[in-house]
């Protein structure tokens, strides 16, 4: 498993470094030194760290689905012309953009400061790293 340095950890988590040392201090978060003496988190305990404790905004719409995929979010922009339209959302620190019609955007209302729920199901998802991490 990688070593995460804690500014890292932080970005990936959306909080600030200090919000991470508080977690390590508190004992919520398991961290050690590496052998440069800097203070570091396992990947692994990241992750499970991260998974426990995510907390997404409550979903307005009320709505079952079997999509699992659904980040809540405010609509920043809509570009709309005649027939299609290209909403962007802003969910957490993730840009959403949906492209659909026109008049699938008025009858949602969609419009800058909406909140709104972006749901994706997909057959295919990318998974990247970067290089030379394993």
């Known amino acids: 498993?990688?070593?995460?340095?804690i500014k890292d950890a932080a970005v990936l988590l959306g909080v600030s470094d200090d919000t991470v040392r508080r977690w390590i201090d508190s004992g919520s978060l398991p961290s050690y030194k590496d052998g440069?003496?800097?203070?570091v988190i396992d990947g692994r305990a990241l992750a499970d760290f991260a998974r426990d404790h995510a907390s997404p905004p409550p979903d307005p719409s009320g709505v079952g689905s079997s999509a699992r995929n659904r980040l809540v979010g405010l609509v920043t922009k809509v570009t709309a012309d005649r027939v299609m339209s290209e909403v962007q959302m802003q969910?957490?620190?993730?840009?959403?953009v949906s492209l659909m019609s026109t008049e699938?955007?008025?009858?949602?209302?969609?419009?800058?400061?909406v909140v709104a729920v972006a749901v994706v199901k997909a057959t295919t998802v990318i998974v990247e790293t970067p290089s030379g991490v394993s």
């Open 1 to 5: 498993m990688p070593d995460i340095r």
């Open 36 to 39: 440069t003496g800097r203070k």
């Open 91 to 96: 969910c957490g620190p993730f840009t959403v």
């Open 104 to 113: 699938s955007v008025r009858q949602l209302g969609l419009e800058p400061g």
